[in-house]
């Protein structure tokens, strides 16, 4: 089964049930499965006019109370910016799926990128909260596809699946779990009648507010303006400033719930590579390799890309000499590692954005110069 195939199934079995989007390479696929699949289980495909209506459409039919998920690449992934804020804000569930291409612009269509990592962080505007994940096979992109979904609905969150073309159009055996053996969250709703519901109030310590879906007999204001817990905007400065804690610390609460790494032989590491996605794949032929030469190397691989896994990074950077960060963009993570650990230990970057991998004999070549 192809990468974009075993996502669109994952949305599947994750509950979903609306997808609208916009065809573009290299996400088309996840389309077209949909388009066929969706109708099959009583759900909806509808094509947009645009990526910016995709986004708005998929913001709500989650209102009404369906999964939603879109998905995109590149130009697209921009266009989707200002209503994907709106649902960070407005704390609307949804899914969006980025099959990274080579950029800026139009770029390279067809070509594989790691390219838009801080896009997903920093690309709608303002200080937010935002959950985003990183598939290294076509086996995770199905299962985190479903934990994606789950994450969206326990933390009332837009998640980003970051695929990259070279995992979305890759081709593996996967094994399909049976209904009920993956966990499938569904989201809170209120316990309280319509006239007593106070939709932005949270109920618990975990600070997300339980949901009411449109058309159950619930009314809501719904606002991308800093709102009291009532919904309704406020400008009052302790009000905004307490709505921007809230949707920030209900991240923070949830973090060993969100973050997701993978470590593989790192208890004697000397050195460390920190890689995803498709890089993970190469990174981990060069730990195989560097192995049988008798080099101590090890490899973190980040499943949870933001919020950045900046614990984990710590305590390795502890034990190792040096981490080498292999990306195929011209250095954003690398950065982000050289600030989390905080000059305990060198970070060297190995940065490639021609629209091809970065293989193991590079990285090698590089643990080999700071060993």
Known sequence: MQ??????EGAIYAGARFYAGYPITPSTEIAEVLAERLPQVGGKFIQMEDEIASMAAIVGASLTGAKSMTATSGPGFSL???NLGYAVLSEVPCVVVNVQRLGPSTGGPTAPSQG???QARWGTHGDHPIIAVSPSSVQECFELTVKAFNLSERFRIPVLMMLDEVIGHMRERIVIPAPGELD???RKTPEVAPSQYVPYEPQDDSLVPPMANFGEGYRYHVTGLLHDDTGFPSNSPA???AHQ??????IRRGLN?????????TEDADVLLVAFGCMARSAARAVKEARAKGQKVGMLRLITIWPFPEEALR???EKVKAIIVPEMNLGQVVDVVKSAVEGKVPVYGICQADGEIIPPERILEKIEEVL
């Open 3 to 8: 990468g974009n195939q075993a996502c669109a």
């Open 80 to 82: 989707k910016q200002e």
């Open 116 to 118: 838009d990592i801080m």
């Open 184 to 186: 499938i969250f569904e």
């Open 239 to 241: 009000v905004m400033g």
């Open 245 to 250: 804690d809230r949707l920030h610390e209900k």
């Open 257 to 265: 719930e969100i973050i997701m790494v993978e470590e593989a032989e």
């Open 315 to 317: 305590q390795l950077a």
